[in-house]
């Protein structure tokens, strides 16, 4: 009974940090707390944008995400051409490439991470795929995640 007390007070109290940086470590972040989603996308954008097969991405609100260095080395594309439709900022390090965030008009003070950036293990899994449609033909359907064909429906109105 004392170990489930001091569990839920330690829970409570402590958030955790989660640290993030880019490739060549010019730019480094700190993300506090969970994630409100973690998303593969599979669409065309994404794959270009990262240069690989999907997208895996945790979303967090603007509050939770701290730039600790490097803020003058990040670029900003401002992606137009999409299968959703509106704009997708996507930043990116101006000296070694790598995307780190991206934001959205549709998502107000979200701010949406790639996952490959982050430092070390996290405990976090992926809620939520989509554009499904576009998923190439050999990545498997990823267990307990909801799948959408495109975005989500609030992003698309
Ligand atoms: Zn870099
Ligand atoms: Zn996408």
Redesign the pocket.
Known sequence: MADTSSDTAATATDTKVQAGS??????RYELSGEPFTFVLCHCNNCRKASGSSFMANVFFTQSQVKVLQ?ES?IKVYDDTENDSGGTVHRSF?S????PIFATNKTYEGVVIVTSGTLDGEYEWKPQNELYCKRRRGWVPEVEGTNRLQETFPAASA
């Open positions: 880019c490739l060549c470590g010019k730019v490097g080395d390090c000296n070694c490439g790598c």
